[in-house]
């Protein structure tokens, strides 16, 4: 009798401990409700460019044009950007540079110079896939515009303002047509 009072004894203290462990991880929940959870991957903010992150940096862009190219030497970023049938059109092309402007210039510390290049990727003539030059642009760091006009570089026309045109340093490899 003696052995399953102990018995008793023992597995009630049991189920007793296994329920207060059981409540313990709930009544910290309500104790701490600003509690957040916490992600297990977490994108880690670019603060320097470099062939490892390249494509990371530049996908987290989210651009409205699509990346054809892009290499990064001796703090120098080059992007080649598609546009299709060779149509200049400044809202877009100026929204994504200024998306990659501030990735290089604000974000970033050691990007010295952003030469990107429009890129026609379908021959207006044949239909055929192509790849010719529609557009250059050559922006540096030391440019003294940057930090008080870059925000309003998306809203820019550079086909209409040659300010802009002088800013970006921007090439027009030939007279193309605008919609």
């Not at 409540?23 to 880690?44: H, S």
């Amino acid at each position: 009798m003696r052995v399953g009072k102990a018995l008793l004894a023992a597995s009630a203290v049991t189920i007793l401990v296994t329920g207060l462990l059981g409540v313990l991880p709930l009544l910290g929940k309500k104790a701490n409700k600003a509690a957040l959870d916490v992600a297990v991957f977490q994108a880690e903010r670019i603060k320097r460019i470099s062939s490892n992150n390249l494509v990371d940096s530049l996908a987290g862009l989210q651009l409205g044009l699509p990346i054809r190219r892009a290499d990064w030497h001796r703090a120098v970023l080059s992007v080649d950007l598609a546009v299709e049938g060779g149509v200049l059109q400044a809202a877009a092309w100026m929204s994504d540079l200024e998306r990659l402007l501030r990735l290089a210039f604000v974000q970033t510390d050691n990007v010295t110079r952003v030469l990107v290049r429009f890129v026609n990727t379908i021959d207006t003539e044949t239909q055929e896939r192509a790849s010719a030059l529609v557009a250059a642009a050559d922006i540096r760091r030391t440019d003294e515009w940057l930090p008080a006009e870059l925000s309003l570089l998306s809203k820019a026309d550079p086909f209409a303002e040659p300010i802009w045109r002088e800013r970006l340093r921007l090439t027009l490899a030939g007279q193309k047509k605008r919609p």
